[in-house]
């Protein structure tokens, strides 16, 4: 037949015979015989050969169009060869060759798409890849846009986390702020982290969710490249059949297609799905892919979690673990396009989600001191650790009529993490309607802002009636806690009631216009919202026959726990935890919450100096706590002041610190104790965060000098060098804090200055107390603040 159609007169006669004979077969031969490459390569295009499609582009000088062709070709056979459930890339046969191809041609067309080209070659091969030449693949990809080269190569890096050995990561000791950066140095070092991990994670889910979004919309103005290698990642090639969109399957044998219904469009040997049946089988197989994926990061975390544990890594490694478990597991069950895919894990995520909780106790641990670090603070001021610890609330407020535990727990992460959404917070209310919550509901209502009628008569300030009905309802809400049965189930926490009897004293102390607390309940102090308000005159006026009662309170409380051993004991068996590590803590906090009764009230002296005659007690401090007070102690008389619980406080890692709230404090001085003016200008938590956790600095000629916290700068953004801007930056810096720092500045640097802690307004307190703070309470007991403070001159010194 060829012979006669040959005999045409023209080309176009010889097309149309061949067509309306349908002998596409013919007609691509004759098309490559007359050297009509393009028309050849598009009756190969109709054929579905796609490989010959790219030959006869070759031939016809189209290199560009020829080596893409091959590589949507390699992807495709790659994730989809006989028996393959899609990834990872598989071997095939004349895979090499085939990539070698497309690189030939790619030369041909330009250097810069030719390297286009080798980047998705090898990212295609099979060759083993390590992680810094992976991220350079994923770099050039995101530099030339190619999202195919883009998604494979963060799916390959994200596979080398899954597969390595919890051993082998790196672990950060502060909060990576700039993550993208923090990727980009680990994995070009061929190193893992948590973060680069979390990091990997986000971008490959992110782009799963914009081919989802593609499957959706089928907006190709702003999904175009995503679906482009949707179609690609499943061999499939879209055509118009009858004025509608059918979908061309390259290889009906793909195991991805049995999602796909028998209703096949079927034309000569070719085999075609509509968009309804495409868009259903690639939904159901991304949702699965993500799904599955996600449940790998999962495990990788748990894994690393585990490890974290086991090998006493600190509460920081551990809570991010936590954290990023949280994160990927709410992503998972909250996401759209799951479908029926999450409800078939549903109780793996509860499992993570339930794991994720315990996010509480490294937030608040039984030795509290433990969270004390600049990085836990830090970490519980992100996004991420608030919704976590919203979780914690949410899981506490199922199960009916609420238990103590609940109620304590709920209310400890409430003062500890800040203001609920008003959503959560209406979710509280209703469950706090039992009979053992109710002055607890009323309390929680206070902390929104909301005042009860009975207070609400008693001043024309809106402030003061809220004040006394906080106060009051905190008391009465602890004192209903402490007397109801501990014998019941769930019942509050040795652990967690303390912390809410300490958050009490320092409310009620709060209203003296300065008070006395520890470095660790300062800093959970300034998570409530308004802490940073100072206290209206008419709060302090309303306030003054409250703190008596509630310090009195307080004080029995101690003794109570104290002298009532065996009921402790029981009550700290109750709780699941360890009583030989529980039992000692508990003593030390308890003692520690007397020593702030006595210089916040000027009281109690007396409960402290029967505490410190008890060896029961005392075997169970700290020594180098004890040594301290007991120093001090006359046989009749706990001489007891500020100044030594500071020393005292700083023996045990948790320094004495002392708030002013606006009140003149120009008179007295304490060295080791940490000051904090809240009454001058409006101050941040950031702000006084750094001050609670001065850096270090390294100064010059590999001198390590750890500047006093008092004069700290926060020089952790600029390393010092010699020359004359780094000096001039840090004058300017010391001359920020002069107000502090005048005095300190203008001392020599030789001689004793026992008593030079800075600017007498910044470093002093004014005391209700009986005891005087001032000069002649002293002792030259320890002259390390001088020390430091001659350090710092020295920094300059070397400097200049």
């Not at 007169?9 to 490559?32: A, G, I, T, V």
């Not at 585990?306 to 909250?334: D, G, R």
Request: a neutral charge; hydrophobic letters at 40%; aromatic letters at 12%.
């Amino acid at each position: 037949m060829m012979k006669y159609v040959r005999a045409f007169h023209s080309m176009d006669l010889r097309r149309n015979f061949l067509k309306s004979l349908d002998c596409l077969d013919e007609l691509l031969l004759l098309e490559d015989e007359s050297g009509n490459f393009l028309e050849a390569a598009e009756i190969a295009k109709l054929r579905g050969d796609i490989l010959l499609e790219a030959d006869l582009l070759g031939k016809a000088v189209h290199f560009k169009e020829a080596s893409l062709l091959i590589l949507w070709h390699v992807l495709a056979n790659s994730l989809w060869v006989s028996g393959s459930r899609g990834w990872p890339l598989k071997q095939f046969k004349h895979k090499e060759e085939l990539l070698a191809k497309a690189k030939l041609l790619a030369k041909k067309e330009s250097d810069i798409f030719y390297e286009v080209v080798c980047t998705e070659v090898n990212i295609l091969s099979n060759e083993q890849t390590k992680l810094p030449e992976l991220k350079q693949y994923f770099n050039a990809s995101r530099q030339h846009k190619s999202v195919r080269g883009e998604i494979l190569s963060v799916r390959k890096i994200l596979d080398a986390h899954l597969h390595s050995d919890t051993s082998k990561y790196e672990w950060e000791s502060e909060l990576v702020v700039d993550l993208i950066k923090h990727a980009e140095d680990r994995i070009s070092q061929n190193q893992l982290s948590v973060e680069t991990l979390i990091y990997f994670w986000n971008l490959w889910k992110d782009n799963i969710v914009k081919i989802f979004e593609y499957l959706e919309t089928q907006d190709v103005s702003k999904y175009v490249s995503y679906g482009e290698f949707c179609l690609n990642y499943f061999g499939i090639r879209r055509r118009f059949k009858n004025l509608n969109m059918v979908y061309l399957l390259l290889n009906s044998d793909a195991d991805w297609v049995r999602d796909i219904d028998d209703r096949f469009i079927q034309s000569r040997k070719l085999v075609f799905a509509d968009a309804r049946q495409f868009v259903s089988a690639a939904r159901s197989h991304w949702g699965a892919e993500l799904l599955d994926v996600g449940t790998k990061v999962l495990k990788t975390f748990e894994a690393l979690y585990n490890f974290s544990t086991m090998n006493s890594l600190s509460l920081f490694c551990q809570s991010m673990c936590l954290i990023h478990i949280f994160e990927v597991t709410k992503f998972l069950m909250e996401s759209k396009f799951l479908g029926n895919k999450y409800h078939d894990t549903r109780t793996t995520l509860q499992n993570f989600l339930k794991l994720s909780t315990g996010y509480l106790e490294k937030v608040f641990p039984l030795d509290w001191r433990k969270s004390l670090t600049e990085n836990m603070i830090s970490l519980r001021g992100t996004e991420l650790s608030r919704k976590l610890l919203e979780e914690v609330i949410r899981g506490n407020l199922k199960g009916g009529e609420l238990t103590y535990g609940q109620i304590g727990r709920v209310v400890t992460v409430w003062l500890g993490s800040g203001k609920p959404t008003n959503e959560l917070y209406k979710e509280i209310v209703k469950t706090f309607d039992g009979n053992s919550s109710w002055n607890w509901k009323a309390f929680v209502k206070n902390l929104n802002g909301n005042v009860e009628l009975e207070f609400s008569h008693r001043s024309n300030s809106g402030e003061a009636p809220k004040v006394v009905s906080l106060v009051y309802n905190f008391h009465k809400a602890l004192e209903d806690t402490y007397n109801a049965n501990w014998r019941t189930y769930d019942y509050i926490s040795p652990s967690c009631f303390l912390y809410l009897v300490d958050r009490l004293l320092i409310l009620v102390s709060y209203f003296q216009g300065f008070f006395y607390t520890t470095k660790s309940s300062f800093v959970e102090w300034l998570f409530y919202p308004q802490s940073y308000d100072n206290p209206s005159a008419s709060s302090v006026n309303e306030m003054q026959s409250s703190p008596g009662r509630t310090f009195d309170y307080v004080a029995h409380i101690v003794l109570q726990l104290l002298d009532n051993m065996q009921d402790t004991v029981e009550w700290i068996g109750k709780s699941n935890v360890d009583f030989n590590y529980c039992y000692p803590l508990l003593v030390l906090r308890l003692v520690v919450i007397v020593c702030l009764l006595c210089v916040n009230s000027g009281k109690y002296f007396d409960v402290l100096l029967g505490l410190l005659r008890r060896d029961d007690i005392t075997s169970e401090l700290p020594r180098e706590f004890l040594v301290v007070l007991q120093r001090r102690r006359k046989p009749n008389y706990a001489n007891i002041n500020a100044n030594i619980l500071a020393e005292a406080f700083k023996n045990i890692g948790d320094p004495l610190v002392i708030v002013s709230l606006g009140k003149d404090c120009s008179k007295y001085l304490c060295p080791d104790a940490i000051f904090v003016d809240m009454g001058g200008a409006t101050q941040c938590r950031e702000d006084i965060i750094r001050m609670l956790f001065p850096r270090n600095i390294t100064a010059p000629q590999s001198q390590n000098v750890e500047l006093d916290q008092n004069v700290a700068l926060d020089m952790s953004d600029k390393k010092l060098e010699k020359n004359t801007s780094t000096i001039v930056e840090l004058w300017k810096r010391f001359q920020l804090r002069r107000p502090r720092l005048e005095t300190f500045l203008n001392k020599p640097s030789e001689g004793n200055h026992t008593n030079d802690v800075g600017e007498a307004s910044d470093t002093s307190i004014t005391s209700k107390t009986q005891y005087n703070m001032g000069a002649d309470n002293i002792k030259a007991e320890d002259t390390s603040d001088s020390g430091e403070g001659n350090q710092g001159l020295r920094i300059l010194a070397t400097l200049v």
